[in-house]
T-cell receptor, first 112, second 114 residues
């Protein structure tokens, strides 16, 4: 079983729609959860972090965490073509300066 | 503020040759991480420096890989001798200490071993 699992996609949504990206993780002691966006050939860029159960909103992005189900998701409202990228889910066992464990990423395509 | 930089952006070498990758973290960041993405797989952790010391090198695949961070500034990752399975994208990331969660990633070095 992979430590962090994501559907590789591609996930295609029309412009203006809500894109829903999902991630499950296997290590129950994981403490910190992150969503990175990566454009082709570019650096992964942190867009959301979440540490406790529930929702966290930042602009058009909402991260949702359910530790009991070992599930974290990212919702992108009013999707734009510029949101087309690969979205990487990453998990850390401990807080602080410890390594990230990544999923393979989900490729999102927003169709104008 | 300059971001994390990596050099070279691409490297193509033959099996058995040596390659050295360089990472310059964000100025003042004590924590430096190396990650690797092999084609079709997820990004995987290689090792973690705190200043010039190796904090965790549990992800290093074998002794053909040598990482250094002399003086606690830039870091190098040497692969000697390179094998075909070493091909992939090598990312470097840095973060401040203490306890900053966000790791800032460089653009990566794409290594192709033929």
């Amino acid at each position: 079983q992979k430590e962090v699992e994501q559907n590789s996609g591609p996930l295609s949504v029309p412009e203006g729609a809500i894109a829903s990206l999902n991630c499950t993780y296997s290590d129950r002691v994981s403490q910190s959860f992150f969503w990175y966006r990566q454009y082709s050939g570019k650096s992964p860029e942190l867009i959301m972090s979440i540490y406790s159960n529930g929702d966290k909103e930042d602009g058009r992005f909402t991260a949702q965490l359910n530790k009991a189900s070992q599930y974290v998701s990212l919702l992108i409202r009013d999707s734009q073509p510029s949101d087309s990228a690969t979205y990487l889910c990453a998990v850390k066992r401990n807080s602080g300066n410890t390594p990230l464990v990544f999923g393979k990423g989900t490729r999102l395509s927003v169709i104008a | 503020e300059a971001g994390v930089t990596q050099f070279p952006s691409h490297s193509v070498i033959e099996k058995g040759q040596t390659v050295t990758l360089r990472c310059d973290p964000i100025s003042g960041h004590d924590n430096l991480y190396w990650y690797r993405r092999v084609m079709g797989k997820e990004i995987k952790f290689l090792l973690h420096f705190v200043k010039e010391s190796k904090q965790d090198e549990s992800g290093m695949p074998n002794n053909r890989f040598l990482a250094e961070r002399t003086g606690g500034t830039y870091s190098t990752l040497k692969v000697q001798p390179a094998e075909l399975e070493d091909s992939g994208v090598y990312f470097c990331a840095s973060s401040q200490d203490p306890g900053q969660e966000q790791q800032y990633f460089g653009p990566g070095t794409r290594l192709t071993v033929t």
